[in-house]
């Protein structure tokens, strides 16, 4: 099915530079840019976002790092991109990510794991729809 799902390139991604990188991989597999902001989000905005996590040893941590830095969050469409996408990111724990995803080739550590993609159509539709505004979402009149 046609679908959309949130990616985010967490702040180790753009402290290192691979933001590009990132970008390439997603773009080059197909998949369709629909939105991206370049944004330092606030600790209730990230708590919010990883509600499902609180309570967790590595929630609090959590929350520090990604509002550590600028963050990259985006909307992508395609067929399958939620299973998609999460095979292209590779597993949450860089040590066992197969190499040839982007945290198996460019990551060590789960707790800067570099980006972050939503897991299922709900959870994506929620994550869309706090980082984004409707009309933030773009749309194409040309076939891509
Ligand atoms: P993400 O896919 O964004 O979802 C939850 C995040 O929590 C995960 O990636 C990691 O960045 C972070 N995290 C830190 N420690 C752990 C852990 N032990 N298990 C799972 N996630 C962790």
Redesign the pocket.
């Known amino acids: 099915a046609r679908e959309r799902t949130f990616i985010m390139i ?1 702040p180790d991604g753009v402290q290192r530079g691979l933001v590009g990188e990132i970008v390439a991989r997603l773009e080059k597999k197909g998949y369709k840019l629909i939105a991206m902001k370049f944004v330092n989000a606030s600790k209730e905005h990230v708590e919010a976002h ?1 509600e499902d ?1 609180r309570g967790k040893k ?1 929630f609090d ?2 929350v520090e ?1 990604i509002t550590s830095g600028p963050v990259v969050p985006m909307v992508w469409e395609g067929t399958n991109i939620i299973e998609g996408s999460r095979s292209i990111i590779g597993a ?2 860089p040590t066992t990510a197969t190499p040839g995803t982007i945290r198996g080739d460019l990551c060590i550590e ?2 800067r ?1 570099l980006i ?2 939503s897991d299922l159509v709900e959870s994506a539709t929620k994550e869309i729809a706090h980082w984004f505004k409707e009309d933030e979402l773009a749309t194409y009149s040309h076939v891509a």
């Open positions: 967490k990883y996590h590595f941590p959590l790092y949450t724990n789960v707790g794991n972050h993609g």
